[in-house]
């Protein structure tokens, strides 16, 4: 009897801690993140971002570099009041990189796992978990 108590504690125990994959403000707060490209070929440079204290977002978008005030709501990553460096690329970046941009203003569906957070657009934007922070 003590046995299967002590199995069905564990049990109940276990379940708790295994990840659920939502994703909260402290879940991400002092995280830096890289995309990955499903184009190997692909002559951008990879946009990188991270969150800072209050949840400040910093990063570079493929051209100019950013920094917003991040919120997670519902599930989704919004980022507000968005501003950044005006150099001028290629029409290919500059479109990748207003693309990432719009869809963190106007809100991003979030899936996380420990080394991988994935935002949600009309494309999947995959990204890994980097060490460190960026300069």
Same mark, same amino acid.
């Given at each position: 009897?003590? $046995?299967?108590?002590?199995?069905?504690?564990?049990?109940?125990? +276990?379940?708790?801690?295994?990840?659920?994959?939502?994703?909260?403000?402290?879940?991400?707060? $002092?995280?830096?993140?890289?995309?990955?490209?499903?184009?190997? %070929?692909?002559?951008? !440079?990879?946009? !990188?971002?991270?969150?800072?204290?209050?949840?400040?977002?910093? &990063?570079?978008?493929?051209?100019?570099?950013?920094?917003?005030? &991040?919120?997670?709501?519902?599930? !989704?990553?919004?980022?507000?009041?968005?501003?950044?460096?005006?150099?001028?690329? %290629?029409?290919? =970046?500059? =479109? $990748?990189?207003?693309?990432?941009?719009?869809?963190?203003?106007? &809100?991003?569906?979030?899936? $996380?796992?420990?080394?991988?957070?994935?935002?949600?657009?009309?494309?999947?934007?995959?990204?890994? +978990?980097?060490?460190?922070?960026? %300069?």
């Amino acid at each position: 009897m003590k $046995y299967s108590f002590l199995l069905c504690l564990l049990s109940v125990v +276990l379940m708790g801690c295994s990840s659920t994959g939502t994703v909260n403000v402290d879940t991400l707060k $002092y995280s830096s993140w890289q995309y990955v490209s499903e184009d190997s %070929d692909a002559e951008t !440079q990879p946009i !990188q971002f991270e969150f800072l204290d209050a949840f400040r977002v910093n &990063g570079f978008a493929g051209c100019n570099r950013f920094f917003g005030q &991040g919120e997670i709501r519902s599930g !989704q990553l919004f980022v507000s009041n968005i501003g950044m460096t005006r150099k001028l690329c %290629d029409e290919a =970046t500059n =479109t $990748y990189e207003d693309e990432f941009l719009n869809l963190l203003q106007i &809100g991003a569906p979030l899936q $996380y796992s420990e080394n991988e957070l994935i935002l949600e657009g009309d494309v999947k934007w995959r990204f890994k +978990l980097v060490k460190g922070h960026f %300069d």
